[in-house]
C-alpha cells in the first residue's frame, strides 16, 4: 500500500507471519492504553474575563456555570451551540435580550435575568470631585438598594462610562440626577447638603482669633441659595470684608442687622473672648475678666478700638491710668472704680517675713488695706516689689518701715512686739529635776519684751546652758526671780520645775 507504514513493514528483512501478529498485538495494547488515560483525563477550565467598553470588567466563572443542574458538567450545552469557540463574535446587551449570548438562559426562567446588572457588571462608589464644594459621592449601593433594574439610569441619563460635566441648572432641568431628583421621585435637587458637604469654616482673624463659621446651624433657618452665590462664592478665595463694610450690609451684615438676625455689635456671638492676665512685675499678675465686663455692657466697641486695639496694645502706666487712659476711660470714680481701688485688680497677699531672731512674721495686707489706702505706703515707704532692703528694729524706731505709723500715736508701738512676732511656750528640758515650762503668754502680760531681750535673753535659743547656782547669783532668770521681783529660784522649785 503505496503511502502508508505498515505495521509489518520492515526494510531490512521480510516480515514472517509470527512476527508481524506480535507486532500488531503490541500496537493494539498501546493504543488502548493511550485510549484510556485521555478518557481519565480532566479537562481544566478557567474564569474568562471580558472588557466592556462603558461597563467596567464582566468576569465569566466556568466553575460556577458547570456546576449548575442542568449543565452537568457538559460542555456542550453551550459549546457549539451558543458560542463558537473558533469565531470571535461581540454581543450587545440588546442582542442578549433577543436570547443571544448569556440571554440564551438568563431570561428570568432558566436564570436571573440580564436586567439584574449587579450580578455580573461591578458597580463602584464614585467621588466627583466639585471644585466649588469639594468631593461629592455618589453611592451605587444605596441606589441599586432602591432600583435593582440598572437601565433606569443606564443609558437614557447616564452613558456607563465617563459622562459630561452637567450644572446644577442643568439638573434643576430635569438633567442628570434632577431627572428623579426633582422633589416627587426623590429629594429635589435644592436640598444642597445631602449631597455636597457642609463642613464648620475657621477663619483666621489676626486681632480676635479663629472666627467659626457654622453651616449646620445656618441650614436650620436658610437655604443654600439665601447666601451662595448672591452673597458668597462657593469656594474659600474670596475678598476678606470688614466690620465697616459688614455693617453696610455686606456678607454677614446682609442678615445680621437686628431684623433678620441678631446684629453685628454682639461681636461675642462670633468672635472669642478670653480672660486676660497681665504680668505686672511689681504686683503680679492682674486678671482682666471680658465676661464680667460684657455683663455690664455688651457692645465690644464702647472699648475696642477706641480704647484698645483688638489684639496686643502698648503698656500703660497707673500714671497714664489715672490721665484717664486706658483703663482709666471708665474707671475714674465715676463711671466705674477709681484705677486708685488697687486691690479691685491687684492681689494683694498676705506677706510672710523670714526673721531669724523669732521665725516667719506675717504682714496682712487685708487688715492694713481697711485702714489705709494702697498710695499711703507705695511707693513712699515701701517698692511694689519684694526687693527691699531688710529694716532693723532700731530703724523703724526712728521712723523707718513699719515704724512710720507704728510710734503708738497713728498705730500700736513697736514694743509691743508680740502683735506682729510669733511666741512660743518653751519647753526646756532637765534630767535631774524634771522639764520646765516657760510661758511667754504668762511673762508678756507682766512685761515687755525688751526687759528680757536682749539684755538677758538672745531671740534665739542659746545652746549655753545655765545652773541654778548662776541664777541665785542673779544671772538669767535669777535677775527677776530674787524674792523680791518675783518669786525666789531658791524656793518654789516646784513653780517651774514639774517634779
Known sequence: MTGRLHACDNADRKPTGKRC?????????????????????????????????????VVFSHPIHMSHKNMANNCKVCHYGIYNLKKRIRYTMADMAKGKSCGACHNGKDAFPLKVCVRCHQTKEIVYQVKATGATHFSHKKHVALSPNCNKCHPSLFAAGPNKHVTMADMEKGKSCGACHNGKKAFGVDKCTTCHPAREIVFKVKETGPTIFKHAEHIESHHCSDC?????????????VSMAEMEKGKSCGACHNGKDSFPLKE??????????????SATGATHFSHKKHLEINPDCRACHPKVFAAGRNKRATMADMENGKSCGACHDGKNAFDVKSCTTCHPAGDIVFKVKETGPTRFPHA???????????HTKLYPTTRRSKKVTMAEMEKGKSCGACHNGKDSFPLKNCASCHPTRELVFEVKD???????????????????????????????????????????????????????????????????
Not at 229 to 235: A, D, E, F, N
Open 21 to 57: 501478529m506480535i507486532r500488531i498485538t503490541i500496537l493494539m495494547i498501546s493504543l488502548m492504553l493511550i485510549s484510556a488515560g485521555l478518557a481519565g483525563a480532566v479537562v481544566e477550565v478557567q474564569n474568562v474575563t471580558f472588557q466592556t467598553r462603558d461597563a467596567g470588567k
Open 228 to 240: 451662595h452665590t448672591r452673597l458668597y462664592g462657593t469656594k474659600r478665595r474670596g475678598t476678606k
Open 267 to 280: 461681636c461675642t456671638r462670633c468672635h472669642q473672648v478670653k480672660e486676660i492676665a497681665y504680668r505686672v
Open 367 to 377: 487688715e492694713h488695706i481697711e485702714a489705709h489706702h494702697c498710695s499711703d505706703c
Open 433 to 499: 529635776a524634771g522639764n520646765v515650762a516657760f510661758s511667754h503668754t504668762s511673762h508678756g502680760g507682766l512685761y515687755a519684751c525688751n526687759e528680757c531681750h536682749v539684755s538677758l535673753f538672745a531671740t534665739t535659743r542659746s545652746t549655753t546652758r545655765i545652773s541654778m547656782k548662776e541664777m541665785e547669783n542673779g544671772t538669767s532668770c535669777g535677775v527677776c526671780h530674787d524674792g523680791k521681783n518675783a518669786f525666789s529660784v531658791k524656793d518654789k522649785c516646784e513653780k517651774c520645775h514639774k517634779m
